[in-house]
């Protein structure tokens, strides 16, 4: 069964740190997408990246960057000089197969940034 | 494009009553899902439609939930004699296309307290 698991809980940076939030993923699948959600404290989830499992390229968007190993089965995420803003719920998320590719969400990371 | 919208943001009613959600998805998007997202945990899958059709339910979904897309555009989210249990953030998503992957995007959710 597809399983992703964030292993932390809860991280707290002070503004300008650079932070890795670290995704895990099981699946028996050979083709399959990972995703990056920010949740704000208003709620509404935010898409932040797609990467499929044939494309091991890191990405980087800004001050956000990607790193995504199939070896280790991991795609982490890393905010460089991280803002105030950038506080908020993360989640990763695998895309199965089937069932119209519904998300397997992990249980999310929570990042404070201090000023 | 608009966005996901979610109506009511907010719910408040006693238990053994009824409720009923409704999700617009963004404009032209064949595919709906919905998700339940309790304190502290990640979105979990509840059911999704490919058009008017409701192609996979997850088996969170007890028989006192029932979701519709009757013409395909707006869908509905109906509880039954509301429990406790019941309480979490109910998210809607949409995204394009009827076969591969497709990126899914969030509404603002509607959160449910049942006292």
């Known amino acids: 069964a597809q399983k992703v698991t964030q292993a932390q809980t809860e991280i707290s940076v002070v503004e300008k740190e650079d932070v890795t939030l670290d995704c895990v993923y099981e699946t028996r699948d050979t083709t399959y997408y990972l995703f990056w959600y920010k949740q704000p404290p208003s709620g509404e989830l935010v898409f932040l990246i797609r990467r499929n499992s044939f494309d091991e390229q890191n990405e980087i968007s800004g001050r956000y960057s990607w790193n995504f190993q199939k070896s280790t089965s991991s795609f982490n995420f890393t905010i460089t000089a991280s803002q105030v803003v950038d506080s908020a719920v993360y989640f990763c998320?695998?895309?199965?197969?089937?069932?119209?590719?519904?998300?397997?969400f992990g249980a999310g990371t929570i990042l404070r940034v201090k000023s | 494009d608009t966005g996901v919208s979610q109506d009511p943001r907010h719910k408040i009613t006693k238990r053994g009553q009824n409720v009923t959600f409704r999700c617009d998805p963004i404009?032209?998007?064949?595919?709906l899902y919905w998700y339940r997202q309790t304190l502290g945990q990640g979105p979990e899958f509840l059911t999704y439609?490919?058009?008017?059709?409701?192609?996979?339910k997850s088996r969170l979904l007890s028989d006192r939930f029932s979701a519709e897309r009757p013409k395909g555009s707006f869908s509905t989210l109906e509880i039954q004699r509301t429990e406790q249990g019941d309480s979490a953030m109910y998210l809607c998503?949409?995204?394009?296309?009827?076969?591969?992957?497709?990126?899914?995007?969030f509404g603002p959710g509607t959160r449910l307290t049942v006292l």
């Open positions: 998320a695998l895309s199965e197969s089937e069932y119209g590719n519904k998300l397997v």
């Open positions: 439609f490919q058009n008017e059709a409701q192609l996979e």
């Open positions: 998503a949409s995204s394009s296309g009827t076969s591969g992957f497709h990126t899914q995007y």
């Open positions: 404009s032209e998007h064949n595919r």
